[in-house]
């Protein structure tokens, strides 16, 4: 949870995406026994203040989604973490529009983005770039670059300057979440100290398509302590809960 001395930290999850290469909603495949998206958001939610899941405008997404995100959001407020679903205006102009509308929503001063199919995310590599972002207040967003490329969706975000930056870009029809991030004081996060926070790199595991999935079974099956949940429960938090829907 956020220090006394600091802003408060939100955990913002992505979960609207067509997920058309996995047939159904990505955020609710199963993984052992749980949703992706619980996974990732067992791992955020000890060192974040509130919980935001960004979905598709209600119009464009699954009922089934609808449901799985409102059950995952009472999860977690059951467990005394604050936590809401809040949705896009518009449908599926993808990362750049998920980041507008949960850094709009965000109450936190700093925020951890990432999206839902990263069930195999180290709370250790979460807690640290939220205090890497605290302690150097002058950046506006915490980057990590691993194998070479920058990771837009596992980044901290300042919220007030970087809901504006995003809402711009968005309007400009700027789909591609690094496009203009060289307007901005960016903080680099470079493979060396990412390997002391997360040996193996398991964050940077997508599961994007259906071999990807049954690869990340087989690694869970494998590797017992792989997945975030088992060695993660979300905290509890002062701050009470809400719900949209």
Sequence with gaps: MADGGHGTRSGIVLAG????????????????????VRHVLNALAPSCDEVLLVAAP????????DAGLANEALRLASAGVAARV???ARAHLGPVSGLATGL????GEIAWVTACDVPLLAPALVEALLARAERERDADVVLPRWRGYLEPLLAVYRRAAMAAHFARQ???????PTARLDERR???????EILLLDPDGRSFVNVNAPADLSAARARVASEP???????SRPARSPRGSSADG
Excluded: C, M, N
């Design 225 to 231: 302590l792989a997945i975030t949940s088992r060695a």
């Design 58 to 65: 209600r119009d464009a997404q699954p009922e089934e989604l």
């Design 86 to 88: 809040v949705h896009d």
């Design 170 to 176: 968005l309007d400009d029809g700027v789909l591609k």
């Design 17 to 36: 995406g067509r997920s058309s290469r996995l047939g159904s909603p990505k955020a609710l495949l199963e993984l052992d026994g749980a949703p992706l």
């Design 186 to 192: 960016v903080s680099i996060v470079e493979e060396e």
């Design 104 to 107: 709009a929503a965000a109450r």
